[in-house]
């Protein structure tokens, strides 16, 4: 039992190694010596579909919209480098449970958890739907709808017997 503990602890302490090293990884894109996973086969598509013909020098929207694109390109990378450590980091957590616990106790704890966040959202929702049905309730009767209506058929009465006055 101390083994699969010592296994899984080991699994666990490798799993925050690799994600430490993706999360390098998004550094070293910032710096240019890597490119984006994803990204940079995304542009590559684009410009296929796309093609881009140069002719001459570009406008200022043009410029602007080049430095919006670097912008986006780089937050883009980097975003994808962050959700690659994470799911890196999450798949090898997973394996380290499954090593200490063993599969079929770590899907009972699973499916408990998933019952613990339905419950919860049943218990919001029905709190939501008091709440909502208190506000309707206590808010006062003001008859808004119909007042406007009626302000706004006198305006429009108004107007036609002014118009129709001045002939």
Same mark, same amino acid.
């Given at each position: ?15 925050? #190694?690799?994600a430490?090293?993706?999360l ?9 010596k890597?490119g ?5 086969? #995304?542009?590559?598509?684009?410009d ?23 912008? @986006? ?5 980097v975003? %994808?480098?962050?959700?690659?450590? @994470?799911l %890196?980091?999450?798949?090898l ?19 408990? %958890? ?6 919860? !959202? ?9 709440? !909502? ?14 007042? #406007? ?5 006198? @305006?429009?009465?108004?107007? %036609? ?7």
């Amino acid at each position: 039992m101390k083994t699969r503990r010592y296994v899984a602890a080991a699994v666990h302490v490798t799993g925050c #190694a690799v994600a430490l090293t993706l999360l390098w990884q998004a550094v070293r894109f910032c710096k240019g010596k890597v490119g984006a996973p994803l990204v940079d086969q #995304a542009i590559a598509i684009a410009d296929l579909l796309f093609p881009s013909l140069p002719n001459g020098d570009p406008s200022p929207v043009a410029l602007v919209l080049g430095w919006l694109g670097q912008a @986006f390109y780089y937050l883009y990378g980097v975003a %994808a480098w962050v959700m690659i450590a @994470f799911l %890196a980091s999450r798949c090898l957590y997973v394996i380290a449970r499954v090593i200490a616990v063993g599969l079929q106790q770590y899907c009972a704890e699973v499916a408990a %958890a998933r019952a613990e966040d339905a419950r919860r !959202e049943r218990v919001t929702s029905a709190r939501s739907r008091r709440l !909502e049905l208190r506000k309707r309730r206590d808010e006062p009767r003001t008859g808004g709808a119909l007042s #406007a209506a009626a302000i706004g058929t006198l @305006f429009g009465f108004a107007i %036609a017997f002014l118009s129709s006055g001045s002939r």
